[in-house]
């Protein structure tokens, strides 16, 4: 595997986190129990399948960017460390059967809640470091993979910010001392967080893809534009959604088409970035890079 050190480590840590989210999804299928709740397998299992695969997508992303090593380092190292811990406390505490936020029970649970605050904000850090490394000018040559990173980060830094406003929430209604209360208002943004959280992977899979053809710059940005489009507006109709407290199976027709429009403009891109790598392929065999 080429590429720096800590790029080979974060891509090895990655594939571990996305095997643990798998082995907890085996251990719930033979454990049972619910899948929503406090405690339960779906913690473990959605963490390790997200922070895996965002692991590796920021790892990957990361190698478009001209960036100092000094500073590509520290950020790769900060959020694989980060990574770790969340994934790892969470996974510890589904094992104990005890929630692993908002838990201040026992002086144990508010050392896990406490850590699990702060290797958030270390991954906000990291992120946020990147995503300025990622706006600055000709940060990234290609123009149409130019803007698929730069609109991936942001809408990645909003997933954050969301999840951070989630824990806010939690915090308070538990403080308030009312937990079942932390519980379900601090999730009422789980679809904006999980729609905005990959969308670094899809918008620069996307970009990625029509690289490896002979379209002109001009059009090969276009396609981006639009595959950026439609994910701009699933997240922007969820967060609107979210914000309103209205379920996405049970939202008014307006939400749902325009939910469609931007899955359907999404999904085009796609279709298109894969059309143009079959029938019209780049003579060379890798797509340009810059970092």
Not at 71 to 95: H, K, M, N, Y
Not at 159 to 184: E, F, K, Q, S
Not at 241 to 269: C, H, I, M, R, Y
């Amino acid at each position: 595997m080429r590429g720096r050190t800590v790029e080979r480590i974060g891509y090895v840590v990655g594939a571990c986190l996305l095997l643990s989210g798998f082995a907890h999804f085996g251990v719930f299928l033979a454990d049972g129990g619910p899948w929503e709740g406090p405690v339960s397998w779906r913690k473990p299992v959605t963490f390790g399948l997200s922070f895996g695969l965002a692991l590796i997508t920021l790892v990957w992303v990361g190698t478009w960017i001209r960036q100092s090593e000094r500073t590509r380092s520290v950020t790769l190292w900060l959020f694989t460390v980060a990574s770790v811990v969340e994934v790892g406390l969470i996974s510890l505490q589904a094992w104990r059967g005890v929630p692993s936020h908002f838990n201040s029970e026992t002086g144990f649970g508010r050392v896990i809640a406490t850590s699990l605050a702060v290797g958030g904000g270390l991954i906000l850090v990291s992120v946020l470091t990147i995503t300025a490394a990622a706006l600055r000018a000709d940060s990234v040559t290609r123009p149409d993979m130019r803007l698929a990173v730069r609109a991936g980060l942001l809408l990645l830094v909003v997933a954050l910010l969301v999840g951070a406003a989630m824990i806010a929430r939690g915090v308070i209604a538990v403080n308030a001392g009312d937990p079942d209360v932390a519980y379900t208002t601090a999730g009422a943004f789980k679809p904006l967080h999980a729609v905005a959280m990959h969308a670094v992977l899809v918008l620069p899979g996307i970009a990625w893809l029509v690289g490896f053809t002979r379209w002109t710059e001009l059009l090969r940005l276009r396609v981006v534009q639009l595959g950026t489009t439609g994910y701009g507006v699933l997240a922007v109709t969820t967060g609107v959604e979210s914000a309103l407290g209205v379920s996405p199976f049970s939202a008014p027709l307006l939400a749902d088409v325009a939910n469609l429009v931007g899955l359907v403009a999404l999904v085009l891109a796609g279709v298109v970035a894969c059309y143009g790598v079959v029938h019209f392929p780049a003579r060379g065999t890798n797509p340009v890079r810059t970092a």
